[in-house]
């Protein structure tokens, strides 16, 4: 596609739910970050992918958070057991490499009620 | 930890006028610098990407200049437009780590 396609743009869930927010990242584009961004706040890094492993997930802030990224292509950001905390915008970006020149999509605002 | 500040929060200028935005870092060992701009409800868009070995970089009415010693990297926007409006953003990257950190932008109006 053109540019990084995120899905669902909302996802509206009750506390304790699992989801699944999923990023489309740039073809060609082996790096992918994960980012959450609060109202008022910068985004705050989550997780980075080189291809098809985690490279650095330093940033999930528990293990509730998992992310897998399985072909280098198209990767999902999977929550568990969800909390009113988690909402928030999560933002996916992807580059050709590396800290590079960064591709955000429009991003997924997640409501836990 | 690297620490990304951004000052000021709010900024509402007349159209047409220059104006420059402020980000400062406190580890000067970065890789690079990169400034975004986002619109409601919307993703980031990169605007310019300086690298720690470049002073400035130049596109359209945006000039990014970068002191790494200071830790500090300014937004320069000339003749400012309505269409300018958007909250505006700057993250950096260092050696061997494998982030952008950000700070938390500067919201930007201009007054037609």
């Known amino acids: 596609g053109a540019g990084v396609s995120q899905t669902p743009s909302n996802k509206v869930t009750e506390k304790g739910k699992y989801v699944e927010l999923r990023c489309d990242p740039i073809?060609?584009?082996?790096?992918l970050y994960w980012y959450r961004q609060s109202l008022g706040q910068g985004p705050e890094f989550l997780i980075y992918?080189?291809?098809?492993?985690?490279?650095?997930d330093s940033g999930l802030p528990n293990d509730r958070f998992f992310a897998v990224r399985p072909e280098g292509s198209v990767s999902t950001l999977k929550i568990q057991r969800t909390e009113r905390g988690d909402s928030a915008v999560y933002l996916c970006?992807?580059?050709?490499?590396?800290?590079?020149?960064?591709?955000f999509g429009s991003g997924t605002q997640l409501s836990v009620l | 930890k690297q620490e990304v500040t951004q000052i000021p929060a709010a900024l509402s200028v007349p159209e047409g006028e220059n104006l420059v935005l402020n980000c400062s870092f406190t580890?000067?060992?970065?890789?690079?610098l990169q400034w975004f701009r986002q619109d409601p409800g919307k993703g980031l868009t990169s605007l310019l990407l300086?690298?720690?070995?470049?002073r400035e970089q130049t596109s359209g009415r945006l000039n990014a200049s970068l002191d790494k010693s200071s830790g500090r990297s300014t937004l320069y926007i000339a003749a400012s437009q309505p269409g300018d409006s958007a909250t505006y953003l700057c993250?950096?990257?260092?050696?061997?780590?494998?982030?952008?950190?950000f700070g938390s932008g500067t919201k930007l109006n201009v007054k037609p």
């Open positions: 970006a992807s580059s050709l490499n590396k800290v590079e020149k960064l591709f």
């Open positions: 073809s060609g584009h082996t790096a």
């Open positions: 993250a950096v990257s260092e050696y061997n780590f494998n982030k952008f950190y």
């Open positions: 992918f080189q291809g098809t492993g985690a490279a650095d």
């Open positions: 300086i690298q720690s070995s470049q």
């Open positions: 580890d000067s060992a970065i890789y690079n």
